[in-house]
């Protein structure tokens, strides 16, 4: 997870870095925005942001921020063509309509501008072994229940320490739909994007020290995938 969210922050530097204008989708209270301008000189102006909790929202004001209230399910709230780069980091899983999210990142890019995606992979090694094992896969929808939740045959790759509650409207953990590697790039070609580049992180069940080649080799079956394309 930490190499995949290096690499969506470099993408992410980089349009920051050339004083291109960001929409965080997914926003939070500003965690994206406060992270990099700790490491480079950007400007507030050039971040705005996008989240569905209000009280995050709330926070980000505080701290001068410009993040709006939105459910990203019913579209994204700015004018066409308003953003250099748009990215979204572990929360296309949890939408609704990932493809409808899709076509509206498109829609209020520039020409020339990037998306920045970051998100789980469906299509794994271990995915595969749980399910055949007769288990409930890590990757996939987890159910709308605390007492199935606690149940030995659903596998969960998050910490215990993590209290939630899964049965509120819209809990923070639960994955929708999980794409895999090559369905999300084929359908970023369909939504028209260009020149697009996937990476994939963390390719279990082999060994930490294999994994950087073996990323590279086999980027379809790893469990984080982060894609930047270009419209």
């Avoid at 507030?44 to 399910?73: F, S």
């Avoid at 299509?123 to 399910?131: D, G, K, M, P």
């Avoid at 028209?192 to 279990?204: A, M, P, T, V």
Wanted: charged content about 20%; glycine content about 8%.
């Amino acid at each position: 997870m930490r190499e995949a969210y290096e690499q969506a922050y470099r993408e992410i530097s980089l349009a920051l870095a050339n004083g291109q204008p960001c929409l965080d989708c997914g926003a939070g209270s500003g965690h994206v925005y406060r992270l990099l301008a700790g490491r480079e000189n950007v400007p507030p102006t050039l971040y705005h942001g996008l989240e569905w909790n209000k009280e995050a929202v709330k926070l980000a004001h505080e701290k001068g921020l410009d993040v709006t209230h939105c459910d990203l399910n019913n579209g994204i709230p700015h004018a066409d063509n308003s953003f250099g780069c748009v990215f979204g980091l572990s929360v296309l899983e949890h939408l609704l309509r990932p493809c409808q999210f899709i076509g509206e990142c498109f829609r209020v890019l520039e020409k020339g501008g990037r998306l920045v995606i970051l998100t789980p992979n469906i299509s794994t090694y271990f995915t595969a072994a749980l399910i055949l094992a007769g288990r409930m896969p890590s990757s996939g929808p987890h159910p709308d229940s605390n007492a199935l939740l606690q149940h030995e045959e659903i596998f969960k790759v998050s910490s215990r320490n993590i209290v939630y509650d899964a049965e509120l409207d819209m809990p923070a953990h639960r994955h929708l739909v999980v794409f895999s590697y090559k369905s999300l790039k084929s359908y970023l070609q369909l939504a028209g994007f260009k020149d697009i580049e996937g990476y994939g992180y963390g390719l279990y069940p082999f060994p930490n020290f294999l994994q950087p080649a073996l990323e590279k080799i086999d980027p379809y079956h790893c469990h984080q995938m982060v894609f930047v394309a270009k419209k």
